[in-house]
């Protein structure tokens, strides 16, 4: 029953591979989120996405990308992964008029060794 | 970056009422002030928000000020499940072009 779903929970692997972390969303939101909470605890967004529009956070190197096949998924793919890419991404999701603000998943960490 | 201000810490006795201090002296009239808890290694937990009127869910109550440059998130009766970082965000309605975090407060729950 879980509400934002993402996996893996867990993700160890090495400089320069290419990895992706998916996200599926139950609630039937409109829209879906990226964050990035890096080892200070800094809580980003990098991209939020619904069947309209992709907004990307300027800052987000383009190894970024977002794919969704459809409304209930956003999957995060990285390309040639470096050591700072290593923290936690959380992915959320938000109906339309947002009345009950967003609904975050519980996360995937990231170790880039 | 985030367009609130919010003390690092805060300490409060269980059992007694939390109150969370939030300064948003530049919100625009169309923008909402919302409230996110994280429990740590948790993702983000959506608490309560508000445009200017003062509101109350089952989670805590939130006082927007009659200007609406602060406000303050009440948990009515603290317990040690609520420590946590709460994060006083300022968006537009619904968030969909995302919210920016700050760094939040702190909140520990003393026994």
């Known amino acids: 029953d879980t509400a934002v779903s993402q996996t893996p929970k867990y993700l160890v692997t090495q400089m320069g591979n290419d990895k992706s972390i998916k996200c599926e969303q139950n609630?039937?939101?409109?829209?879906m989120y990226w964050y990035k909470q890096d080892s200070k605890k800094f809580l980003k967004i990098m991209f939020s996405y619904n069947n309209k529009e992709l907004i990307i956070n300027e800052t987000v190197p383009n190894r970024f990308s977002p794919k969704s096949p459809d409304k209930a998924h956003l999957n995060l793919h990285i390309n040639s992964l470096e050591l700072g890419d290593s923290a936690v991404y959380f992915c959320a999701s938000s109906p339309y008029d947002g009345y009950r603000g967003y609904t975050f998943g519980s996360g995937t960490r990231l170790t880039v060794v | 970056d985030a367009k609130t201000t919010q003390p690092p810490s805060m300490d409060c006795a269980e059992g007694r009422a939390a109150n969370l201090p939030c300064n948003h002296s530049t919100i625009s009239g169309n923008e909402y002030v919302y409230w996110y808890r994280q429990i740590h290694s948790q993702g983000p937990q959506y608490i309560i928000h508000g445009l200017k009127n003062n509101e109350t869910n089952e989670m805590a109550s939130l006082i927007i000020t009659e200007d609406r440059k602060s406000s303050t998130l009440i948990l009515p009766h603290a317990t040690l499940r609520d420590t946590a970082v709460y994060y006083c965000i300022v968006g537009s309605r619904g968030g969909a072009d995302g919210l920016t975090f700050g760094k939040g407060t702190h909140l520990i729950i003393q026994p």
């Open positions: 609630l039937g939101h409109d829209t």
